[in-house]
């Protein structure tokens, strides 16, 4: 099994800042590509960022130059730091990874339970 444990949402007034962790444990062999996706209310759930275990990122043209992601390996964790937050950006986020599953060798996916992150006066 594996475990993801996000943290860091919360309320922010607009142009202010969060940083979103999300640390997986569990039975990983080895850890392939960590993300972050939102869903709004109404609104399907879209891609924010996501980089792979090489570090190369993708991030929403939404997000571009507001938002990095990143990883620390050792740790299984993956960070969003959000910067000049809209209200736009009001979601819920959803960590995600792709591993390795250590008891199997077979390649899956992983969602977490979501954290709201509103951006309001």
């Known amino acids: 099994q594996v475990q993801l444990v996000e943290s860091g949402g919360g309320l922010v007034q607009p142009g202010g800042s969060l940083r979103l962790s999300c640390a997986a444990s569990g039975s990983i062999f080895s850890m392939e590509a960590m993300g972050w996706y939102r869903q709004a209310p109404g609104k399907q759930r879209e891609l924010v960022a996501v980089?792979?275990?090489?570090?190369?990122?993708n991030y929403a043209d939404s997000v571009k130059g507001r938002f990095t992601i990143s990883r620390d390996n050792a740790k299984n964790t993956v960070y969003l730091q959000m910067n000049s937050l809209e209200p736009e950006d009001t979601a819920v986020y959803y960590c995600?990874?792709?591993?390795?599953?250590?008891?199997?060798?077979?390649?899956?996916?992983?969602w977490g339970q979501g954290t709201q992150v509103t951006a309001s006066s």
């Open positions: 995600y990874v792709r591993f390795i599953s250590g008891y199997t060798r077979v390649r899956d996916d992983y």
């Open positions: 980089i792979t275990s090489t570090g190369s990122t």
